[in-house]
């Protein structure tokens, strides 16, 4: 190509990233364990289109959502929407097809998200969450189920994170007098942590200055099981069974949690019992590493009104704190010389009878270099398939993490480095 014809070079769509190798069998190993533990539970995989009706979306949270959603018109004209969350697209998934199915059902699933965020540390425009969901129950132990859930997939990876509880079922009832649409931005404010639109909301004539009160000293209450007693000398009226029940569970189990009733979360189909999961370090700003709650969806998608709970951990954000190696596979060279049959063939041979990862040369390069790219790809073993070797039968393997060298059979080295 001449100087003239070379093109600037392509970059990725801003918020996205390219996940190299290395990264991506990290990534491969925390995915396994979330899997394996949330199958342990009982729940299994569902997947669901990268791309929905735009109304899905909008249908509870209204049209400010479009604000943060990745939506276009397909060459039909219909609005879609890549999605930005999988609780909506779960939910509409059950509707359509399980919902004779008997309950609960317990679903979970890793896929991509976009959003259209301000990228910064820890916040992209493509992200991927692993979430669950449990439809069907509304009881506690739901509740305390996924929380349990994530609790444990949490410390399997040995991160170190702070479990907060609230109910946004107090907020609701508190602000069941004001209009709805007020209500739902006030709940917006308090999820963002935005103290100043907050007080220029709150502080509007329409809103009672005894029910101002009430809101600051409802969202101010944090700590430990007592503060159930505070908010109970708030709001007199409410039950507080669902947030008691689950607490019993939970201290019976020996989760390590404290209770936050200034959790509001972003999204207005939460109706009882929400959580978030915080790192305590690593991570900066963007340290929130779950948010999940009980909900109601299906009625809204023209399924039963029936009550689900759920939870998305934010897998990139995991990724970026997990200390957890990813599991080492050996290495294996087989030196190509120009034998060609001979060399795939032990290559094939220790690929197929002990499942190791055997690379050969494509290049037609010769040993110095191939020994080299042995080394570069941290090689554990080196087979060398020489003239030599194929007239004896009898192959060098060197050992490259001690150097050591020996003469041997196919069968010695599937032996030797199973
Ligand atoms: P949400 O659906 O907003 O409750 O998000 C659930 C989890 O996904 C959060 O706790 C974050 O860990 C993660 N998350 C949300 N938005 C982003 C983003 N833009 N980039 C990376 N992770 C995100």
Redesign the pocket.
């Known amino acids: 190509m001449s100087k003239i014809d070379k093109k600037d070079k392509i970059s990725r769509p801003r918020g996205t990233r390219d996940i190299l190798p290395d990264e991506m069998e990290k990534r491969r190993r925390y995915e396994l364990i979330m899997r394996e533990i949330a199958e342990n539970y009982g729940y299994r995989e569902i997947q669901t289109p990268v791309f929905e009706n735009l109304e899905l979306f909008t249908i509870k949270s209204g049209e400010d959502i479009i604000e943060e959603i990745y939506n276009f018109k397909d060459k039909h004209g219909r609005e879609l929407a890549l999605r930005?969350?999988l609780?909506a697209p779960v939910l509409r998934a059950f509707v359509n097809e399980c919902s004779v199915m008997p309950k609960p059902l317990r679903f979970y699933y890793i896929a991509n998200?976009f959003?259209y965020?301000r990228p910064q540390k820890?916040?992209?425009?493509e992200?991927w969450?692993f979430?669950v969901e449990l439809i069907g129950s509304g009881s506690h132990l739901a509740d305390a189920e996924v929380i349990l859930l994530a609790y444990n997939i949490l410390r399997e990876l040995k991160l170190d994170f702070e479990l907060k509880i609230g109910h946004v079922g107090l907020l609701r009832h508190l602000l069941r007098e004001i209009e709805e649409e007020k209500a739902s931005k006030i709940m917006r404010l308090i999820d963002k942590k935005d103290e100043k639109g907050l007080k220029e909301l709150v502080r509007e004539p329409s809103i009672p200055a005894e029910l101002e009160k009430n809101i600051y000293e409802l969202i101010e209450a944090e700590g430990s099981r007592d503060v159930v007693d505070d908010v109970s000398k708030i709001i007199p009226d409410y039950d507080f069974s669902q947030i008691n029940n689950l607490c019993d569970v939970l201290d019976a189990l020996g989760v390590e949690y404290s209770l936050d009733f200034g959790i509001a979360?972003?999204?207005d189909y939460y109706t009882g019992v929400v959580f978030?999961?915080y790192a305590k370090s690593g991570l900066g700003a963007?340290n929130?590493?779950?948010?999940?709650g009980s909900y109601r969806l299906a009625h809204l998608f023209g399924g039963q009104d029936i009550p689900s709970t759920g939870f998305?951990?934010?897998?990139?954000?995991i990724a970026e704190i997990c200390k957890i190696s990813p599991e080492k596979r050996d290495t294996v060279v087989v030196i190509n010389l120009g034998y060609e049959a001979e060399t795939l063939k032990i290559a094939e041979t220790i690929r197929n009878e002990i499942n190791k990862r055997v690379i050969t040369d494509v290049m037609g390069r010769n040993l110095k270099k191939q020994m080299s790219f042995a080394n570069d790809v941290g090689a554990d073993y080196v087979v060398i398939v020489g003239e030599r070797e194929i007239k004896q039968n009898r192959f060098v393997v060197k050992d490259m993490r001690t150097g050591e060298q020996k003469l041997l059979s196919v069968e010695e080295i599937v032996s030797l480095l199973k």
């Open positions: 930005p969350e609780t998200c959003r965020e820890g916040r992209y425009r992200f969450q979430g979360r972003g999204l978030e999961v963007q929130q590493l779950c948010g999940g998305a951990l934010g897998f990139d954000r």
